[in-house]
Nanobody
Framework: HVQLVESGGSSVQAGGSLRLSCAAS????????MGWFRQAPGKEREGVAA???????RYADSMKGRFTISREQAKRTLYLQMDGLTPDDSAMYYC???????????????????WGRGTQVTVS
């Protein structure tokens, strides 16, 4: 099993920045792809960004240029740097881990089978 714990969510003003973190533990070797997803009230969960063990990344179109996903393999930590935040970015942000196919299927979440509990981001 893989455990994922997000942190870093907060309330910020429009135009501000936040850095989310996700600490992974357990048997992570089999889940080499990691990603960020978000869900706003009344909306479906959507993909934000994903990264595989080799560092290849994919982003949802609306996040390109504003968000940056990265990972520290040694610390088993995933990050999401978010800049130029707008109220539309307000949501619960979830960390997810999946097989290598996760990156291929992204922004679909079908390739991800382990999820954190989320961290709230509010932009006003």
């Amino acid at each position: 099993h893989v455990q994922l714990v997000e942190s870093g969510g907060s309330s910020v003003q429009a135009g501000g920045s936040l850095r989310l973190s996700c600490a992974a533990s357990g048997y992570t070797r089999s889940r080499s792809c990691m990603g960020w997803f978000r869900q706003a009230p009344g909306k479906e969960r959507e993909g934000v960004a994903a990264i595989n063990s080799g560092g290849t990344t994919r982003y949802a179109d609306s996040m390109k240029g504003r968000f940056t996903i990265s990972r520290e393999q040694a610390k088993r930590t995933l990050y999401l740097q978010m800049d130029g935040l707008t109220p539309d970015d307000s949501a619960m942000y979830y960390c997810a881990a999946g097989s290598p196919f996760g990156l291929v299927q992204f922004p679909s979440e079908g390739g991800f089978d382990y999820w954190g509990r989320g961290t709230q981001v509010t932009v006003s």
